[in-house]
């Protein structure tokens, strides 16, 4: 099982951006993808998660309506998407797969994201 | 919604044993055996050491093992060795609307 992110991105205040967790060696309809923000020196963050079967999300209060999260079951590929960044958006941010039991079995190695003008 | 509370940190020595509390409240912890632990080393991705309150992922070591009662959760380690040395996250089901939600995390150092 291996979930694959994109690479670092830079982005200044105001801009769009899409990052993305490529999934192989498992069904990618079987198992939620969910997003974790971890900021500098900080702790984890639950974002939200995807049914890819159906595209079915739901999200953490604290991150509804800023971020968007999408998948593409044809290319087994999650996203992660702002369509206008903040400075306090930088951070690193990890995708993870789980089941109906909530537990978070495989990551991705992380995507870092800097906004600063 | 809020974190999970954990112990900003905890120590011990080689040999010896730790336990990291979490606390939550009726409405995660206490009302869903859906607790996970997970470690993460500086720049690397968190990896799962317990899920379901105590189950073990396969090539977890069994020094690592988990508990709950109540609103709170303990994840204990036993012979302590240096590779333990990491940031511990608990982690916990909240229920449709939440779903999910951490703790704060915890540092373990290996003295």
């Known amino acids: 099982v291996q979930l694959v992110q994109s690479g670092a991105e830079v982005k200044k205040p105001g801009e769009s951006l899409r990052i993305s967790c490529k999934v192989s060696?498992?069904?990618?309809?079987?198992?939620?993808i969910t997003w974790v923000r971890q900021m500098p020196g900080k702790g984890l963050e639950w974002m939200g998660r995807?049914?890819?079967?159906?595209?079915?999300?739901n999200y953490s209060p604290s991150f509804q309506g800023h971020v968007t999260i999408s998948a593409d079951k044809s290319i087994s590929t999650a996203y992660l998407q702002w369509s206008s960044l903040r400075a306090s958006d930088t951070a690193m941010y990890y995708c993870?797969?789980?089941?109906?039991?909530?537990?978070?079995?495989?990551w991705g190695q992380g995507t870092l994201v800097t906004v600063s003008s | 919604q809020s974190a999970l509370t954990q112990p900003a940190s905890v120590s011990g020595s080689p040999g010896q044993s730790i336990t990291i509390s979490c606390t939550g409240t009726?409405?995660?912890?206490?009302?869903?055996?859906?607790v996970s632990w997970y470690q993460q080393h500086p720049g690397k991705a968190p990896e799962l050491m317990i899920y379901?309150?105590?189950k073990r992922p396969s090539g977890v070591s069994n020094r690592f093992s988990g508990s709950k009662s109540g609103n709170t959760a303990s994840l204990t380690i036993s012979g302590l060795q240096a590779e333990d040395e990491a940031d511990y996250y608990c982690?916990?089901?909240?229920?449709?609307?939440?779903?999910?939600?951490f703790g704060g995390g915890t540092k373990l150092t290996v003295l």
């Open positions: 982690c916990s089901y909240a229920g449709s609307s939440t779903s999910v939600v």
């Open positions: 060696e498992y069904s990618f309809t079987n198992y939620w």
């Open positions: 379901d309150v105590s």
């Open positions: 009726s409405s995660d912890v206490g009302s869903y055996n859906l």
């Open positions: 993870a797969r789980h089941g109906d039991d909530y537990h978070f079995d495989y």
């Open positions: 995807l049914d890819p079967s159906d595209s079915y999300t």
